[in-house]
Nanobody, 117 residues
Framework: VQVVESGGGLVQPGGSLRLSCAAS????????RSWYRQAPGQERELVAS????????NYADSVKGRFTISTDNARNSVYLQMNMLRPEDTAVYYC???????????WGQGTQVTVSS
């Protein structure tokens, strides 16, 4: 099983980034897909989740209206579009795929997002 994030980087406040997460080796079509983040000295926190079927989404209050989670079953991928970024969004962002048939958690290695002028 592989879960690989990409798309992080340095962006100015108010800017945008799009994170991608590609999974392989698991039953992606029936998986719960989430993005978490962890800032230095802080606990890892849930940012957004998407549940299939139905593409029901859930967001942390701090990112509602600014971030959008989406998924593409054909590409075994999940995305996080981040707009109106703030310095407090600076963190390592992790993709979590939960395989519903086994309830096993698969984490990516993380991608750094830094929001700074």
């Amino acid at each position: 099983v592989q879960v690989v994030e990409s798309g992080g980087g340095l962006v100015q406040p108010g800017g945008s980034l799009r994170l991608s997460c590609a999974a392989s080796g698991l039953a992606f079509s029936s998986a719960i897909r989430s993005w978490y983040r962890q800032a230095p000295g802080q606990e890892r926190e849930l940012v957004a989740s998407i549940y299939t079927p139905g593409s029901v989404t859930n967001y942390a209050d701090s990112v509602k209206g600014r971030f959008t989670i989406s998924t593409d079953n054909a590409r075994n991928s999940v995305y996080l579009q981040m707009n109106m970024l703030r310095p407090e969004d600076t963190a390592v962002y992790y993709c979590l795929i939960v395989e519903k048939s086994t309830m096993r958690n698969y984490w990516g290695q993380g991608t750094q997002v830094t929001v700074s002028s």
